[in-house]
């Protein structure tokens, strides 16, 4: 199964298993109507989630990816000794540090240089890899699918003051400890808190 975040709403390729979950469900669909997808869901902004039912999901995928511009992207999810987690503020969204993987390096090095530009958080250990997301959208005019691996990361530290990369959009840097309150749950993606989710307290 693959999972892509479309305008923030994920869709779902599958063999049927999850297709009830979902408030659109599509069959075997063809280029035409994976190429489509985008503007149905904006046109659309009841339907929540979209399943894309296929035999052969692999083949689907594959076929979906060559749709688009790939863009390898590499972050982690930074917790510190007291059990905080690392958050920045960007446009308005609070989010994980992440960024594009560099020409030459490695996927951990721009896990770990990402967060550090960000935040201005160092003395970082990459735990391990939590999971791979994908996302797309458009940049003049050129559909992109961002594909990020995640990694979680320890800082040796407690509540290190941050730096925000103000070039990059990113106006605040926080730790927050769970349970996290509704100014942050109101004001993130699907995706991220996921992401956080699956490391246990």
Request: charged content about 20%; hydrophobic content about 35%.
């Amino acid at each position: 199964m693959y999972e892509v975040y479309i305008l923030n709403r994920p869709v779902i390729f599958t063999e049927n298993s999850d297709a009830n979950k979902c408030d659109l469900v599509m069959q075997q669909p063809g280029n035409r109507q994976l190429k489509a997808l985008p503007n149905l869901l904006r046109e659309n902004k009841h339907i929540k989630s979209v399943a894309l039912v296929a035999s052969d999901v692999q083949s689907l995928w594959m076929h979906f990816c060559l749709l688009y511009t790939e863009v390898l992207a590499a972050g982690c999810v930074v917790e510190n000794q007291q059990g905080a987690f690392l958050w920045i503020e960007r446009n308005g969204h609070w989010d994980l540090p992440k960024g594009k993987v560099e020409p030459g390096e490695s996927i951990e090095e721009a896990a770990s240089r990402e967060v550090t530009e960000e935040t201005g958080i160092g003395r970082l250990t990459l735990a391990n890899h939590l999971r791979t997301t994908y996302h797309t959208y458009e940049e003049g005019g050129i559909p992109i699918l961002k594909t990020t691996f995640w990694f979680h990361a320890h800082h040796e530290g407690m509540n290190t003051r941050g730096v925000p990369q103000s070039e990059e959009g990113i106006t605040d840097v926080q730790w927050k400890l769970r349970p996290f309150g509704p100014e942050l749950l109101k004001n993130t993606y699907p995706s991220i808190l996921n992401l956080v989710a699956s490391i246990e307290a």
